[in-house]
């Protein structure tokens, strides 16, 4: 079974900073689905970004960026010029092509924007 | 264009009773999930379903119930409710195939004491 680690339970940043969070994950498959979601105080969740595994590109959206390390099983968020509105949980998530496509997510880093 | 509706958002139940989480999605995907997460933690997988009359258990079913009679509703109930599922629960949907992103509920919040 494919399992997901999110190692840094907090991080805090300066607005206008970047900083990046961790993620790595364990599977055998060769083909998948990498996600980073996000999770304000509303508890609703919102997709950041997405990476698809046979792309060697990393995927960027604006001021969100992945650093996407296949062999190493790394799936890092870079988010640059942080704003005040960045403040949330972040959730690293993996998805099969198999099955019934279930999400897979870490435990959630905590990201805090200091003024 | 609702997307994922769930029913109730906020709910108190005392230990020992019964309740139905209501999920629909207008949107016609095959695919539904339910997930819970607990405070400071990421989802896990509690029950999911790829059509109509077909439902499997996920990573945390126990204490939990589903059914799918239709493609739109995917309804979880809690029987002999206990403290330990007090948290959020949270139905996704999706269409067939991985590349595209769960569409999520905004989610019930469950105490139970």
């Known amino acids: 079974a494919q399992t997901v680690t999110q190692s840094q339970p907090e991080m805090s940043v300066q607005e206008a900073e970047t900083v990046t969070l961790s993620c790595t994950y364990d599977t055998s498959e060769s083909d998948y689905y990498l996600f980073w979601y996000k999770q304000p105080p509303s508890r609703q969740m919102i997709l950041v970004i997405r990476?698809?595994?046979?792309?060697?590109q990393n995927a960027t959206e604006n001021r969100f960026s992945v650093n996407f390390q296949k062999a190493a099983k790394s799936f890092s968020l870079k988010i640059s010029d942080s704003q005040l509105g960045d403040a949330a949980m972040y959730f690293c998530a993996y998805r099969s092509p198999q099955g019934a496509q279930k999400l897979v997510f870490g435990q959630g880093t905590r990201l805090t924007i200091n003024p | 264009n609702a997307g994922v509706t769930q029913t109730p958002k906020f709910r108190i139940l005392k230990i020992g009773q019964s309740m139905t989480l209501q999920c629909t999605q207008d949107m016609n995907h095959n695919y539904m999930y339910w997930y819970r997460q607990d405070p400071g933690m990421g989802l896990k997988l509690i029950y999911y379903?790829?059509?109509?009359?077909?439902?499997d258990k996920g990573e945390v079913p126990n204490g939990y119930n589903v059914s799918r009679s239709t493609t739109e509703d995917f309804p979880l109930r809690l029987e002999l409710a206990a403290p330990s599922q007090t948290s959020v629960y949270f139905c996704?949907?999706?269409?067939?195939?991985?590349?595209?992103?769960?569409?999520f509920g905004n989610g019930t919040r469950l105490t139970v004491t």
């Open positions: 996704a949907s999706n269409p067939q195939g991985y590349n595209s992103p769960l569409h």
């Open positions: 990476q698809e595994a046979y792309k060697q």
């Open positions: 379903s790829v059509g109509a009359g077909i439902t």
